[in-house]
């Protein structure tokens, strides 16, 4: 697994590199797992591929899900603090699935909440996951996140997330997935 983040954040960067104009402020998100979270290598290893293809760490954020963080939250935080103090962003994925507390998360450097599909395409017809979306973009602000809500479906629910405050959405109602040239094309329409 180490290896193969390894992989996915030089290609990332790679690209950045080529299409420097198509990139100007984005920022690119990258899944990784719990195994690089324990390894006091990541942090300088990550740092060497963005100065390798002239990437600032701010235009990286590398996603954790939230049973991977908390269940290696005690041996990641040395490893989470030096990727922030590098300037890395974090994100906390699929929150609201996982048996986080308030604790772990106020241990932890997020700069980002996302919040899982599975209560954001019900908020339009369960009055009890709309609650929860909207308590978790009040947590996430309140700490001083951008806060993500995931399967976004529709009009509907992107305006609720709206008049909520959400900062980012994310789903099919926005985009399909879509490679890089066709993502870089739909970016110069919207």
Request: charged share 20%.
């Amino acid at each position: 697994i180490p290896l193969l983040t390894q992989e996915v954040i030089v290609m990332a960067c790679r690209d950045m590199s080529v299409h420097a104009n198509s990139f100007l402020g984005l920022v690119i998100s990258i899944n990784i797992s719990s195994q690089d979270i324990v390894s006091l290598e990541f942090p300088e290893m990550l740092e060497q591929i963005t100065q390798q293809y002239s990437i600032s760490p701010s235009q990286l954020c590398l996603e954790l899900t939230e049973s991977a963080v908390m269940g290696e939250l005690t041996s990641s935080l040395d490893v989470l603090n030096r990727l922030r103090m590098k300037g890395f962003f974090l994100s906390i994925d699929d929150f609201g699935t996982g048996f986080s507390s308030l604790t772990q998360l106020y241990n932890a450097p997020f700069s980002e909440l996302k919040i899982d599909q599975h209560f954001v395409m019900r908020m339009e017809t369960d009055s009890e996951a709309k609650v929860i979306v909207d308590i978790c973009i009040m947590l996430g602000h309140k700490m001083g996140m951008n806060v993500v809500a995931e399967g976004v479906e529709n009009d509907q629910i992107a305006e609720m997330l709206v008049a909520q405050g959400c900062n980012i959405a994310q789903g099919y109602g926005i985009s399909k997935p879509k490679p890089l040239a066709a993502a870089l094309e739909w970016r110069e329409l919207y």
